[in-house]
């Protein structure tokens, strides 16, 4: 009686409407195949355990390492004296806390949408799966090559997660109104340039950059916002019904946020050097996003309607003092610093999506779906300017003998803080160019009507690609005509 | 034609009838702007890196440790020789557990109420916020001062995280009756007298209660009930049918209970010594908490309505084991005592909210929502007891030189076993004076007509704080007109 | 108004329909308690601390160790010279992964019934809570045992978790169709018969099975799809309109999905040797699974309906890499093998949910309700042959001095590669022959009509068991009779 193909006429009439065009059968499966088999090729001849990983490496290093130990002091990071020292243990769970936020927390982050949460999280998944694995290529390229081989262990599995951030953080610009063959064509792209810029800021510029402000916010989110300024639909009001929330959505949508909130510290301190820098890193980004928390909350009340917290707001907002600490977090920002750079993120943020994103929309012709520009565009500025700020006032007295493994380059009297905070703001132009033109030519290149992208009158609707079975109200569509019956009863 | 704002002409009904004192467009900014600045002065005054966190003072160890190591057989916890050994790694994955079980556990346990889902993560969202870096605060001033600063790393912020959890769980007893600015008025006295008590327990009396039996599960429970008794609402049951949850709203709790009890080893574990202590009490409270499970599902089918299993006491009662093991859980408990302690936990957790919420409701005048009292309160004391108990009857014989993490002054012969189990049952009286006086005070300041508190009518609901979105039912108002025609026809 | 208890009159109508024999107030806390109580006794005869987690032994590790250490080169892993050498901070972290995989993980993944997502996390949450203490037991008598006592600690309670695992692979092939009893007594059986499996495999035949393709999914699959054949129930088309997902439902069940991707590479890797064994373990897991999950976004799309993608792929198909890997994840399969192994996991495992499920169901019989045979039983299989393949091409040449870690004999000189993969073949054979009878045995034993197990009419449906609240469209009952006359006076 309850067949989930017949239960929603208006769907399946919608579905009539779109026709042939956005059916995945051959395009999906197509470049699922075809990608994961260049990804397997290239695998193959181009990557190799690290020698953490080899068995017959890592034991060669250990053995040596016992064997010298006699005739040192200390443990040189790169004398190993037990499987204890494995880099495994001191990176591992770092990488889950990553892992969880790019699949749990940008997933269900972007469930907010009533009628796009197989697509928020089932897109995520697949754009997230295929990016790892070409990011583990594309940074292997540009910063992994050993003797023509790529060197993988977990510390490239982060760096691959990372990347995979930025093209998640476009993702959420172009939320609703792309198919999954538009995203994984902007993914190929997208993980490309974040390499190449990447290695641009870290490699030939020398800036520091361990949580990403620059590298992952600031360049996934204008990636994303010019990609979708090319893809502007001047129609996609009337997809409005669908562009919003409803009850339980907004509460799958607080799992996301509420996970990205946690595991932050983790994000900002996971390549961070071991010992204080890790430590160090974790805690102000900790002190920074409770600070951002609350100015979010107070924002919120202030500029919403009737002083009543919108959901938008928290959901995103209060994230932003995490973003706004990832290049800063590893340096001497001392707590108070992470706190003030965190309540200024949260503050931002909130005018921002109360009122720049309208501006951006009516003006721009920006249609920024999830409001990444207040999230990560913004935030992400502010953080390679405090970044910038932080590494210029450095100085020996502050950082002991811990100025090596924050600015190398300065330890060695190869340069001056202040330079080094001129580098930082040097990056953060590289980085807001990139973005642009990247995409630009990538905006361009996926309004070619051959990817099977939603027509304006069914965007933010997971009926288009997924077999979406009936909702709740189907299982009582035969309850409910009894009910009504008992209502009309009481009515006549 | 969906628009939110008219989507319940019911709940705006309500809304109209509440008016301008609820409104937080004022309230929540200024207290929220105003508690973040005085953070934020008092953080910059007072708060510094610890010698684990701080680049220059972390590196000065490591040298001075490499340069004795000749000098030394083994490593005393004082002496770093490398990176690794940085408390980080031994105290952050805990740390990440316990935020875990703050954020999600709490947040979504209480998710259970049909229309205060919002509420329910969200404030207690702010309200954590707020309290961990308010407790990073108090708790400093009462045992981390070093030459008028206050030194925090990773285990500060483990302890913060702790302080935080107690008032969440007086948030427990108290939801859905309180404003957000009555919460935070709340947290600013409980976060203090928290720490009060704590210091009084730890470092005065030198009670054990690692995984706070007393200092979080019965403070929280019995300052949070005091407060709900205080704020007494004759006329409660004139929101009675907001005041119980929906399918969906029991299954999103079910993540915070879940969630809850798979890391309640990490919690209990968390800020206990080093080596075997920390890994005896993970397991201790892992066993504790499975056979908690199977006398919670037992009394549950015994208790409930026709042997049917009741939600309630599977998402509260389940946890009890967890609670409490919270004192003597990094003791020589033994597994076997450790499932004796988590049965009798969940028994009489079941029997809490089966047969004494309604009488503590009825009688005391205690209407306790979240049933704090049967999750926290009778368990706390019952892990204290057992806490006071175990250390009474501990020997040398079995603790051998760990005598020396658990009691150290029984190790050092300053006192007899005997005589820590006696300071133990203070402590649980100390606790219990502190929360009720404590919770009666404080409760009498929350009754001042201030802070915009719901009326009677519209507890429950977070319609009067929230801008809620339409339900599920909304999108599909216009699909139902269709469908009824179609019922319509069918009938006819 | 809103009395939940009088909100559905057809689950009431059901509900009077089945009587007294699914009641479960005495047959369920019978179990309970009887179960509770051997196992308490069985493991306080016969259970203790391990020297990682006894106070006393431990220490005396502790000061032997540093008192060797000037006499050595090096830490040989029986050496102690640190606080920080206990396995709990080298295995800790991946238990707590694994955890979140058995309760959140398989959990929520059954949730996607649109009526049955209490049992499925409830039954689960019970089912494994009995199941790890009773694997403790079980487990530790075939493989603990020290002069008569079990000796526990982090290790065993992962190897508790893996073999609770198992019995919830069983529990996905009769979802729906069973009592919490029948549960219960599966799982005595089946924990019992996986400890024997277990001890076969890696003690007797020295086979290596670190992530359990045979072990676990191979062992779990076939025991619950044999229990299910016996179980057959033909008139289960009575129930079919529940036996389907709603939107909400299909979102909770990712919520289980991407907790077992995220976590599968600390499950392969929770108990591998330390060192390049964990580290290599996770890596090829996290390839496996992303190359798995574009295979699996391909074949969905080129096989579902329309060209449309199907949840029930989504969900389970994307999982089938970490289950490929669980037994060659420790070897030096490579990062492309991982791939390779991954990609056709993902492939076979879709084909088995379109074309071999309607199969299995119409011609063997076998209700299999989550599709237990394609995400575990079949990619299992693939597993364990990949594991015997990678064996037997061991050479000291790759593995160098780490081969003792991974093939001991063969390290030793004790027998050739080639034997080695025999071995593991012959593992897999055992494992089938095992999980057949096992389940057949246990199958007919389930049949007794004594457990209360729920009528062909009323399967796959919640209110059997727990006390259901009305669900969202309760709330609403009065809401929607304001609208409806809305809706009629726009009709009319």
């Given at each position: 009686?309850?067949e ?5 006429p208006?769907l ?5 409407m779109t ?9 999906l499966?197509?470049i699922c ?23 017959r ?5 250990l053995?040596h ?8 002091n200390?443990?040189?990071e ?17 990488f889950?806390?990553v892992?969880v936020?790019i699949f749990i927390?940008?997933?269900?982050l ?6 796009y949460?197989f697509?928020?999280?089932?897109f995520?998944f697949?754009?997230?799966?295929f990016s ?8 292997g390229?540009f ?7 790529i ?13 995979t951030?930025?093209?998640l953080i476009s993702?959420?610009a ?6 999954p063959?538009q ?5 190929i ?10 290695f641009?800021l ?6 520091k950059?361990?949580?990403?402000s ?7 989110a204008?990636f ?8 502007y ?17 907004d509460?799958?949508a ?7 909130w946690?595991?932050w510290?983790?994000?900002n ?7 204080d820098d ?9 002190y ?5 928390t609350?100015?979010t ?6 500029t919403?309607?009737?002083?009543k ?7 995103n ?8 600490a990832?290049?800063a977090?590893e340096m ?6 992470s706190?003030?750079v965190?309540?200024?993120a ?8 109360k ?7 009516e003006k ?5 779906t999830?409001g990444?520009h207040?999230l990560?565009?913004m935030p ?23 100025m090596e493994?924050v600015?190398?380059d300065?330890?060695?009297g190869?340069i ?8 930082q ?8 160019g990139?973005a642009?033109?990247g995409?630009?030519?990538?905006g361009?290149?996926?309004?070619l ?7 304006d009158t069914?965007c ?14 189907e299982?009582?569509h ?9 209502t009309?009863?009481?009515n006549?």
């Amino acid at each position: 009686m309850v067949e989930p193909q017949q239960a929603s006429p208006l769907l399946n009439g919608e579905e009539n409407m779109t026709g042939a065009e956005t059916n995945m059968r051959l395009k999906l499966p197509i470049i699922c195949f075809i990608l994961e088999i260049i990804l397997i090729i290239l695998f193959g001849v181009l990557v190799q355990y690290d020698d953490e990983t080899d068995a017959r490496e890592w034991h060669n290093k250990l053995n040596h390492g016992n064997k010298s130990h006699s005739e040192h002091n200390g443990h040189a990071e790169s004398e190993i004296h037990s499987e204890y020292e494995n880099d495994f243990y001191y990176r591992y769970p770092s990488f889950q806390d990553v892992h969880v936020m790019i699949f749990i927390g940008f997933g269900f982050l972007m469930t907010f949408l009533q009628r796009y949460g197989f697509s928020s999280v089932g897109f995520n998944f697949l754009i997230a799966a295929f990016s790892l694995q070409w990011a583990t290529l594309m940074q292997g390229f540009f910063h992994g090559m050993h003797g023509g081989k790529i060197h993988i262990g977990v510390e490239s599995m982060i760096n691959a997660d990372f990347c995979t951030g930025a093209v998640l953080i476009s993702f959420g610009a172009v939320l609703g109104k792309t198919s999954p063959v538009q995203l994984l064509v902007m993914a190929i792209f997208e993980v490309t340039l974040f390499a190449v810029n990447e290695f641009i800021l870290l490699s030939i510029l020398g800036a520091k950059d361990a949580g990403g402000s620059m590298t992952i916010h600031t360049f996934g989110a204008y990636f994303g916002l010019t990609v979708t300024r090319v893809l502007y639909r001047p129609n996609l009001d009337k997809s409005k019904h669908k562009n919003c929330s409803v009850y339980h959505s907004d509460l799958f949508a607080m799992i996301g946020t509420i996970y990205l909130w946690m595991f932050w510290p983790s994000f900002n301190s996971a390549v961070t050097a071991h010992g204080d820098d890790q430590h160090r890193t974790a805690m102000n980004t900790y002190y920074s996003l409770a600070a951002c928390t609350l100015a979010t909350y107070g924002m919120s009340a202030v500029t919403a309607h009737d002083g009543k917290l919108d959901m938008v707001h928290i959901q995103n907002a209060a994230l932003a003092g995490g973003v706004a600490a990832g290049t800063a977090g590893e340096m001497m920002l001392t707590p108070v610093g992470s706190m003030i750079v965190g309540f200024l993120a949260g503050i931002i943020s909130v005018l921002g999506y109360k009122y720049l994103s309208p501006i951006l929309e009516e003006k721009l012709k920006v249609q920024d779906t999830c409001g990444v520009h207040n999230l990560h565009g913004m935030p992400g500025v502010l953080g390679a300017i405090v970044g910038a700020v932080t590494a210029a006032v450095a100085t020996t007295d502050v950082y002991g003998k811990g100025m090596e493994d924050v600015f190398p380059d300065v330890a060695k009297g190869d340069i001056t803080a202040s330079y080094q905070g001129v580098r930082q703001a040097i990056s953060l132009a590289v980085t807001l160019g990139m973005a642009l033109v990247g995409g630009l030519i990538v905006g361009f290149l996926l309004k070619l009507p051959i990817y099977g992208a939603p027509p304006d009158t069914i965007c933010f609707e997971d009926n288009i690609y997924w077999e979406v079975p009936g909702d709740d109200d189907e299982e009582d569509h035969k309850d409910k005509a009894v009910r009504m019956t008992e209502t009309e009863r009481l009515n006549a």
